[in-house]
């Protein structure tokens, strides 16, 4: 685990961000890097991704239908302040590069290679398999640990 600096440009896959909005294991660790970053990171699909994961928690009645209305107004606020990565062919590249070494599914191979063109301080997922491939593609990793309850 790197410890979170103040300052740091972080990017935070789907499985990281969703947390922010959900009250599981490994929230106050996704707020913590919220208030550590001086800059949020996203991939250009990162949103698309958000929306599926509430709106599949809706369908399930894990997530009311206002609960889902105040929660995509919150998180579309905040995704508007974040940079947004590109999907380009250098994006591509290196998600492709990333698939090559490791066994990943295209849209997390596309959050690494959204990262390493950030050139971000700091890669955030709740993902063990994609932190482990982020970590050996060179980037420093956060793994939230999601099924260990955070302490205070």
Request: proline share 2%; with cysteine; aromatic share 4%.
């Amino acid at each position: 685990m790197v410890t979170v600096a103040d300052g740091m440009r972080a990017l935070l896959d789907t499985s990281a961000l969703t947390k922010r909005y959900t009250d599981e294991a490994g929230r106050d660790q996704v707020l913590a890097i919220f208030q550590a970053s001086r800059n949020l990171v996203i991939a250009a699909h990162c949103k698309a991704e958000m929306a599926s994961a509430l709106l599949q928690r809706r369908r399930e009645g894990s997530l009311s239908a206002s609960d889902f209305d105040r929660t995509w107004h919150q998180a579309q606020q905040d995704v508007a302040d974040m940079e947004s990565v590109p999907l380009d062919a250098h994006v591509e590249r290196l998600a492709f590069a990333a698939m090559e070494r490791h066994p990943l599914r295209a849209s997390e191979a596309l959050h690494i290679g959204s990262a390493l063109v950030a050139r971000v301080d700091l890669f955030v997922t709740a993902d063990a398999r994609q932190a482990q491939a982020a970590h050996t593609m060179g980037l420093p990793t956060e793994w939230v640990r999601g099924d260990q309850k955070e302490t205070t």
